[in-house]
């Protein structure tokens, strides 16, 4: 901006908050992972993807193969599921 036709201006400048000079220059600290802490990360995901397919895998197998476990007098087989069955098995898999 310009200033015209004014001989004296008085005035005082304030920054506070973000946009003090300390504010601007500072950043958030970096993650530090440890070596053992990525390779536990990667190990646990790695089981949790495991276990979800082993999951999957054994509900289709207990749909296509329901009719045997209906005629064993141990096993009392759930009518009130409100899913399907592969998808009700495999989240009672993770409760």
């Given at each position: 901006?310009?200033?015209?036709?004014?001989?004296?201006?008085?005035?005082?400048?304030?920054?506070?908050?973000?946009?003090?000079?300390?504010?601007?220059?500072?950043?958030?600290?970096?993650?530090?992972?440890?070596?053992?802490?990525?390779?536990?990360?990667?190990?646990?995901?790695?089981?949790?993807?495991?276990?979800?397919?082993?999951?999957?895998?054994?509900?289709?197998?207990?749909?296509?193969?329901?009719?045997?476990?209906?005629?064993?007098?141990?096993?009392?087989?759930?009518?009130?599921?409100?899913?399907?069955?592969?998808?009700?098995?495999w989240l009672t898999f993770f409760t």
């Open positions: 901006t310009l200033l015209r036709n004014t001989a004296l201006v008085m005035g005082i400048v304030v920054y506070c908050g973000g946009d003090t000079r300390m504010i601007k220059n500072s950043r958030p600290a970096p993650a530090k992972l440890s070596s053992l802490e990525l390779f536990t990360n990667t190990s646990m995901k790695l089981i949790l993807i495991a276990q979800a397919f082993l999951a999957l895998l054994s509900s289709v197998c207990f749909s296509y193969n329901r009719w045997f476990y209906a005629g064993l007098w141990y096993l009392h087989l759930r009518n009130d599921l409100w899913l399907p069955d592969i998808p009700a098995y």
